[in-house]
Structures are given as C-alpha cells and as structure tokens.
C-alpha cells in the first residue's frame, strides 16, 4: 500500500493561513473600540505608577517612571516630604502601559539624607518612592569607570586569580583526594546557585509585575541550561577525555562568570544608593568568597599534561572581569529587569555544570561518604565566607 504524499501544497498551506488569519482579526477586534464599547464599566481606572530608577544631580532630582498597570495614567502633581513642588514630566504626563517617563524635580537635596516623594495621578492615587540615602549618581567619565572597575577587580578578578594559584598543590591529589575536590567543586556551585535564585526572586519582588518577573527569572534559568546543554552535546562527541575537561572548565568559568556579573550589577547600584561601605571587611569577605570559585575551575583540569598558565589566564578572567561589567552597569545604568534575568541565567549556566560534572560519574561514586563529604565542606565553605560578605 502506497504511503500517503509527504510535502505541503499550496492547498495546504492556505488552509494552515486561515485560523492564523482568523486569529489576527479577533485580536485586532479586541484592541478596537468596538472590545471598548463591549467590556465598558463605569469603574475607576486601575492606574499602577512604578519608580525604575532614580537619578540625583546638583539640587535636581531625577526619576524614570513607567506605566505598570492596565490603563492609562496621567501624572498630575508631585510631593517632595509633604510639599507640592514644581516638576516637569518628559515625554508626556499621560502614560500608556508599559510607558515611560522621566520626572525631573528641582529640589534642593543634602547629602546623606532621606528624600521622600509621592507622585500624584489625576484620578488622586498616590505612589510613594523613597530615597534612602542622597548622593550625587556618578556619571560616566574617566574617574567613574576606573573607581567602578577596580572595585570590579577587587571583589572579582583578585579572589578568583589568587583561587587559581592553588592549581600546582591541586594537581598533587591522588584519586580520592581528587574525587573529594571535584565533589567539593559541586557544593560551591550547588550554594551559588541557592544563593542566586533567592536573590532572583527577591529582585523579582522589587520588579513591576507587569514584567512577570518570576517568569522572567525561570526564562533565564531554563534558557541558559538548555543552550550550554546543547553546545556540551555537540562539542563533546568525537573527543577524548582530555578535552572534555578541558571543556568543562570553560564551562564553569562562563558559568561563574555569569553569576560574578550579576553580584557586580547589585554591588554597582548598592554604592551608588550609598548602602555599601567599601571598607576592609567587605573586600576581605569577598575575596574568601570568590577565591574558592577559582578551586571549582581547575578541578576538570588537574590531570591535563603541559603548562596551563596561559589557560589559566584566559578561565580566570572568563569568570572573574564579568564583575568589573556589573560594576559598571550597576552604577550608571542599573536595571531590575537585567538583574533578574541575569541572576536566573547565571544559576541556569552553574546548575548545568553541575550536571556535566556528575553525569560522568555513577551514582555509588558519588554517594561515597568521602565524597559526600567534599560536597557538605563546599556549600559550608561558600556558607561560611558569604557570612562574612553579609557582615562587611
């Protein structure tokens, strides 16, 4: 018996437009004054104004706005600590969902203190933003960028470069010493991971919910998973295991590299709300805390035979100048919106390795109590240093 004929006609094709275009024309019908004179009420306006970002120069006051609700707004008047005050509203004081706006206020603000702001809609809701601490939000000049960037280098670059230099004591392990750092490897990435996602989602409370963020934070999860995933399928066949680890560590560097950049996103706009005191607790707390991510890196790499100095370069700063990136957009241009993605692309990318890591191994190789062992003494030593990160 004959198969039936593979391929699509034009016939078929047609008949696949017509629910496409069917759909087009109710949406279209939907967003038309016809939907409006449907579904009309003569209910208030649900009107949500969120504040994105604030930007503070000399005596002027800057906050960019959107529309996050489901109808327009109108922003009608401002209050700067309980007093009408005189402001301009660019590009226009109507604002459609999704819409942005930039309220500039001329007030003249002190250094180191509270500013409280309510803006006013014309229906008469208010939205309140506080500034916690005032101080001038540095523009990008030449100073800036290099302020930014050695902090970038001091909590970044440093503490995984020094993690490194472990690698000559690193390659001296017998088997089980080096099952136990591999291990070990799994539970400073298994904290990175917690730790990401908890700060995801508390990003993603702060984000309007108009983004979705909690969706926005799986999509960076799930995304950066499945591409590594796919490149480690394709790139790993045909090849021994020599590069295969070798792979592998470039895979926990971009992973690490990842994450470092969203902590240098939070650390960037931390120091310009003036929350952070750059102090010697703070750099010794994170140079703990990233110097154990450069033991993770070399361990796929122990066993490979000739020099490793000039790949040792090249992973340390895959992982480590991400921050000095962070830094940088954390501080002139820092969005919640890329926080959340970012955070739930670096915990994807981390728990991707994870799984290349122990997917060459069996499950009784991996329940050995050594082992275990190695994989508790990770995630309470990544424990134990963010502790003192959170003290500095």
């Not at 960019?64 to 509203?89: K, L």
């Not at 990008?140 to 930014?148: D, G, K, V």
């Not at 750092?181 to 991971?193: D, K, P, R, S």
Request: proline share 5%; charged share 10%.
């Amino acid at each position: 018996m004959a198969e039936p004929r593979q391929g699509i006609g034009a016939g078929a094709a047609a008949f696949a437009l017509i629910p496409l275009l069917l759909l087009v024309g109710l949406v279209a019908w939907l967003f038309s004054d016809g939907a409006e004179g449907l579904f009309a009420t003569n209910l208030p306006p649900v009107e949500v104004v969120d504040v994105m970002r604030h930007v503070l120069d000399e005596d002027v006051i800057h906050l960019d706005i959107v529309n996050s609700g489901p109808d327009p707004t109108t922003i009608a008047q401002v209050m700067v600590r309980g007093a009408f005050w005189y402001h301009e509203v660019t590009p226009a004081r109507e604002l459609n969902p999704l819409q942005t706006a930039r309220v500039t206020i001329p007030f003249p603000w002190n250094e180191g203190e509270p500013v409280e702001i309510v803006l006013l809609t014309s229906t008469g809701l208010t939205f309140d933003h506080v500034i916690e601490v005032a101080t001038v939000t540095p523009g990008i000049t030449s100073a800036a960028l290099a302020r930014f960037g050695m902090l970038g280098m001091f909590v970044g670059v440093i503490p995984v470069a020094l993690g490194l230099t472990w690698f000559p004591f690193l390659r001296r392990l017998g088997s089980r010493g080096l099952g136990f750092l591999i291990h070990l490897t799994v539970g400073l990435l298994a904290f990175l991971v917690v730790d990401a996602m908890f700060e995801g989602f508390e990003a993603a409370h702060e984000l309007p919910s108009i983004y979705h963020p909690q969706a926005l934070l799986i999509l960076g999860f799930s995304g950066a998973w499945a591409l590594l995933t796919g490149l480690q399928l394709r790139g790993s066949s045909g090849h021994g295991a020599s590069a295969n680890g070798i792979r592998m560590a470039w895979f926990v560097a971009l992973g690490i590299g990842i994450h470092n950049l969203g902590e240098g996103l939070a650390i960037g706009s931390a120091y310009v709300l003036g929350e952070l005191t750059l102090g010697a607790m703070l750099v010794a707390g994170f140079a703990l805390h990233n110097a154990t991510e450069g033991v993770a890196i070399v361990s796929p790499i122990l066993r490979q035979p000739g020099s490793q100095l000039s790949r040792l370069i090249g992973l340390g700063a895959l992982a480590g100048a991400p921050t000095i990136l962070g830094c940088w957009v954390g501080a002139f241009t820092y969005s919640q919106f890329w926080a959340v993605l970012f955070l739930g692309i670096g915990s994807g990318a981390i728990v991707q390795v994870i799984g290349a890591i122990l997917g060459g191994r069996t499950l009784r190789e991996t329940l050995a109590p050594l082992n275990l062992a190695g994989m508790l003494a990770g995630y309470l030593v990544m424990y134990g240093t963010g502790l003192l990160v959170g003290a500095a």
